[in-house]
Every structure is written in C-alpha cells, then in structure tokens.
C-alpha cells in the first residue's frame, strides 16, 4: 500500500490550494483518512480528520476555511484550503487506516507536500 500526496505549491495570502491523496495498492477498506502538518521549527499537528462515514474534525485554526473529503471509489482524500495565510505554511502529510487482507488494519503516511503561503 502506497499514499502518494500531492497539491502544494507557492500561493499569496488569502489564495487557495487543493491537496490530494491517493491510496493504492491491495486496498480492502479505508478507515479514517487525516492531514496533519509540520512548520520549520515545529512539531506535527493535525490538521483535518474524516471518518469512513464522514463524519469530520478539524483544528481550531483551519475550521471555516480547510475542507476535508473523500471519494472512496477512488481511494483518495482532499483537503480545501481556503483563504491561506502564512501561518499555513507547512509540509502537509496524509495519513489513512488501511485494511488489506495480507496485513489487517494499519496507518500508512504519504510522502508529504509543500504548501507555501507569502504575504
């Protein structure tokens, strides 16, 4: 099983952005899937959450303007980000609880993806 995350870039305050995240491989069912990130000089923090029945969670500091989604068919989370500022700035991983026959239920992380929000 492999998470390939993708979407960051280089945006202007108050832009946004889209992330993506594709699961594949021997794939059986998708738990939750979550984003968190990580700024220079700073742990890891959750950003967004979302359960298999969709029910979501977010951080304080993104509710009202990141979205998080999925499209079980094809195995890939989202997260709308919106209204971007520089405190966004981070590398953005996805994070999902995949269950395979081979392996049962684990976490899997993607590579990570570099949002970049100037001023």
């Known amino acids: 099983v492999q998470l390939q995350a993708s979407g960051g870039g280089l945006v202007q305050a108050g832009e946004s952005l889209k992330l993506s995240c594709v699961a594949s491989?021997?794939?059986?069912?998708?738990?939750?899937m979550t984003w968190y990130r990580q700024a220079p000089g700073k742990q890891r923090e959750l950003v967004a959450a979302i359960t298999s029945g969709d029910t979501t969670n977010y951080a304080d500091s993104v509710k009202g303007r990141f979205t998080i989604s999925r499209d079980n068919a094809k195995n890939t989370g989202y997260l709308q980000m919106n209204n971007l500022s520089p405190e966004d700035t981070a590398v953005y991983y996805c994070?999902?609880?995949?269950?395979?026959?081979?392996?049962?239920?684990?976490?899997?992380w993607g590579q990570g993806t570099l949002v970049t929000v100037s001023s």
């Open positions: 994070n999902a609880r995949i269950y395979t026959f081979t392996r049962g239920s684990n976490d899997y």
């Open positions: 491989g021997r794939i059986v069912s998708i738990n939750a």
